[in-house]
């Protein structure tokens, strides 16, 4: 085999891998919202973060890659206050006041289908 057909083989392959890493790798094929922690508590000093994780081919997180997403509160709006809300990382940060109920947060970024409904449940402090 003469260089030439070797150095174009050689080429070709690492094309070819480029294609499937970029495929399977950095593609987003689903979006799932992270929340944390489980468990929240009517203190006014508990916090609440969603995050919007891209999903690749494989299930895992896509690497190096944030998606747009808009969240919105459509219930329990009294019970939480926006702290932090980054539209272009996909993070809201939700501080809960004095109230137990049940808050609503409407996600949708543009890898979504539809709109996700996120449900947290604040408890009372009584024990």
């Known amino acids: 085999m003469s260089r030439r057909t070797k150095i174009f083989l050689y080429l070709l392959i690492f094309i070819i891998i480029l294609w499937i890493v970029n495929h399977y790798i ?6 799932n919202y992270r ?4 468990i929240l508590f009517a203190d006014n000093i508990s916090e609440f973060i969603i995050e919007a994780a891209p999903i690749n081919a494989c299930g895992w997180k896509v690497p190096l890659r944030k ?6 509160i459509i219930e329990g709006n009294d019970l939480v206050e926006v702290i932090e809300y980054n539209r272009n990382i996909g993070i809201i940060k939700l501080k809960v006041k004095n109230s137990p ?3 609503v947060v409407r996600a949708k970024s543009k890898y979504s289908l ?3 409904l996120i ?3 604040i408890h009372s402090n009584n024990v």
């Open 26 to 31: 950095f593609n987003i094929y689903e979006v």
């Open 35 to 38: 929340s944390n922690p489980d």
């Open 67 to 72: 998606i747009e997403t808009d969240f919105e």
């Open 101 to 103: 109920g049940i808050v």
């Open 114 to 116: 539809l709109p996700s």
């Open 119 to 121: 449900e947290i449940k």
